[in-house]
C-alpha cells in the first residue's frame, strides 16, 4: 500500500473514530435529559436552597411538573410574566403574542420553580426544562420572574442557584437562557450571577433583540445515582476531556 492510500485509509479511520464519538456522546446526553425528566423527588436534589431567608424576607420554594401545577399558581405566572415583559416584547422583532406564550408556558416538558412567603404571597417563579439544545443537554431557562416586592433582595440570583445546582446534579452541560438586548437591567443582572455569552446566540446582524447567555457546569464533580442519572459513557467522558482543555 502506498503512502497516499495509507494516509487516505487513516483519515477514513479518524473520521469513521469521530463519527462513532459524536454519536455516543449525543445518546449520553440524550440519556441525561431523558433521566432528569423522569425525577419524581427533584427537590431533594437541591432541598438546602429552597428555604431563603434575608432580613424579614422568608421564602419557601417547590418544584412542579406543569401538569401538577395548581390552576391558580399557573395563572399568577402567566399574569406576572404579561405584567413583566409585554412592553418589552412590544419593542422588539418578537412582538407580544399572549396565546404563544401560553402555549409555551403549559408545554408538557415544562417544569416550574415557585417561590414564596411562608404567609403563601406568591413572589417569583422561574419555568425551565431539561432539554437538548445545539447537541448539547441543557437546563433552558425560560423566564425568571419577580413581583416588585421582591426584587432586589437576592431572591432572582437564589431562582438562578437553584437552577444551576440542578443542571449540576442532572449533568446537564450548563444554564441556558435568551435575555433581551434592549432590556440592561436583566443583561447585567445575569452576567452579575456569572453569566455570559453563548456560543449558540447569534450574530447582532442576525438578531439584535436578543442573546443567548449561559453558565456552565463542572458535571466531573458530580457522582452519578444510578436511580436517578445516567452514568458518562467512555465516548462521553472523552468528548468532555477534549473539550475541557
Known amino acids: 500500500m502506498g503512502k497516499k492510500t495509507q494516509d487516505n485509509a487513516n483519515k477514513n479511520k479518524e473520521k469513521r473514530q ?4 459524536e454519536q455516543r456522546r449525543i445518546a449520553d446526553a440524550m440519556a441525561h435529559v431523558t433521566n432528569a425528566n423522569k425525577l419524581k423527588d427533584i427537590a431533594s436534589l437541591c432541598k438546602e436552597l429552597l428555604v431563603y431567608r434575608n432580613n424579614d424576607l422568608e421564602v419557601e420554594m417547590y418544584i412542579q411538573r406543569v401538569t401538577d401545577l395548581e390552576k391558580n399558581v399557573l395563572q399568577w405566572a402567566i399574569d406576572l410574566t404579561e405584567r413583566n415583559m409585554k412592553k418589552l416584547y412590544e419593542t422588539c422583532a418578537w412582538g407580544w403574542n399572549k396565546d404563544k406564550k401560553v402555549e409555551e408556558m403549559t408545554d408538557d416538558g415544562a417544569w416550574y420553580l415557585i417561590a414564596r412567603e411562608k404567609s403563601g404571597t406568591l413572589l417569583a417563579f422561574s419555568h425551565f426544562r431539561f432539554d437538548m439544545d445545539f447537541g448539547d443537554p441543557v ?4 423566564e425568571v420572574q419577580v413581583e416588585s416586592e421582591g426584587r432586589r433582595r437576592g431572591l432572582g440570583q437564589r431562582v438562578l442557584g437553584v437552577l444551576e445546582r440542578l443542571a449540576l446534579a442532572t449533568r446537564m452541560r450548563c444554564v441556558r ?20 455569552l453563548d456560543e449558540t446566540s447569534p450574530s447582532k446582524e442576525d438578531a439584535a433583540h436578543y442573546e443567548i447567555l449561559s453558565k456552565a457546569t463542572d458535571t466531573d464533580k458530580v457522582e452519578p445515582s444510578p436511580s436517578d442519572q445516567c452514568p458518562l459513557s467512555e465516548g462521553m467522558k472523552a468528548v468532555q476531556v477534549v473539550s475541557s482543555q
Open 18 to 21: 469521530a463519527r462513532k464519538l
Open 139 to 142: 437546563l433552558y431557562c425560560y
Open 177 to 196: 437562557l435568551t435575555a433581551l438586548t434592549h432590556n440592561p437591567a436583566a443583561s447585567a443582572f445575569f452576567r452579575a450571577c456569572g453569566y455570559s
